[in-house]
T-cell receptor
Framework: GQQLNQSPQSMFIQEGEDVSMNCTSS?????WLWYKQDPGEGPVLLIA?????ELTSNGRLTAQFGITRKDSFLNISASIPSDVGIYFC?????????????FGQGTELSVKP | GAGVSQSPSNKVTEKGKDVELRCDPI?????LYWYRQSLGQGLEFLIY????????KSGLPSDRFSAERTGGSVSTLTIQRTQQEDSAVYLC??????????FGPGTRLLVL
């Protein structure tokens, strides 16, 4: 089935550092989403992007919908310990495919105080 | 308001037994999705319900998997004759429109 390539697979950073992760796809999506998952929990939506080229911020998080509609990145500025978790990108085609999400493999973020 | 809830939170079963997993979506949400997450992996789409339309079953891995949604609300995912490779976290999500999906906490299934 469809897959997204998400990188890096894991990151170990110092508190206060900035973080960047990205996703690429061979398919076009009309929506890109970024989720965070804490242990034992379901994913929680961080940012949703609906237009090619769109750049959206949510606090210390910034994400962009690539102009080709085949990629997206997420940046986290000035990381803090509670940023620890697994971050997933997801692409969505809204329409006749019903809106199901195609997920990347995840980026596991560790923040050292 | 209440979010998506799932039950049980954990399920241990023996190979060959049937299991039923339940999802209570957010009230009023017309769309309901099931995903599976294997250890250390991203989420894999299983099935999608939208209103009264026929469900999109394209992600179900085998005919041992089935799901239903009664009255446009609660959904049950059934796995018959469970196998060890069915061990995973099964996540349910709901949405008001086919855009923002809100996930439940998942059911952790272990098949021995």
């Amino acid at each position: 089935g469809q897959q997204l390539n998400q990188s890096p697979q894991s990151m170990f950073i110092q508190e206060g550092e900035d973080v960047s992760m990205n996703c690429t796809s061979s398919s076009i999506f009309n929506t890109w989403l970024w989720y965070k998952q804490d242990p034992g929990e379901g994913p929680v939506l961080l940012i949703a992007l609906y237009k090619a080229g769109e750049l959206t911020s949510n606090g210390r998080l910034t994400a962009q919908f690539g102009i080709t509609r085949k990629d997206s990145f997420l940046n986290i500025s000035a990381s803090i310990p509670s940023d620890v978790g697994i971050y997933f990108c997801a692409g969505q085609i809204v329409g006749n495919q019903g809106g199901k999400l195609i997920f990347g493999q995840g980026t596991e973020l560790s923040v050292k105080p | 308001g209440a979010g998506v809830s799932q039950s049980p939170s954990n399920k241990v079963t023996e190979k060959g037994k049937d299991v039923e997993l339940r999802c209570d979506p957010i009230s009023g949400h017309t769309a309901l999705y099931w995903y599976r997450q294997s250890l250390g992996q991203g989420l894999e789409f299983l099935i999608y319900f939208q209103g009264n339309s026929a469900p999109d079953k394209s992600g179900l891995p085998s005919d041992r998997f089935s799901a239903e949604r009664t009255g446009g609300s609660v959904s049950t995912l059934t796995i018959q004759r469970t196998q060890q490779e069915d061990s995973a976290v099964y996540l349910c999500a709901s949405s008001l429109a086919p855009k923002t999906q809100y996930f439940g906490p998942g059911t952790r299934l272990l098949v021995l």
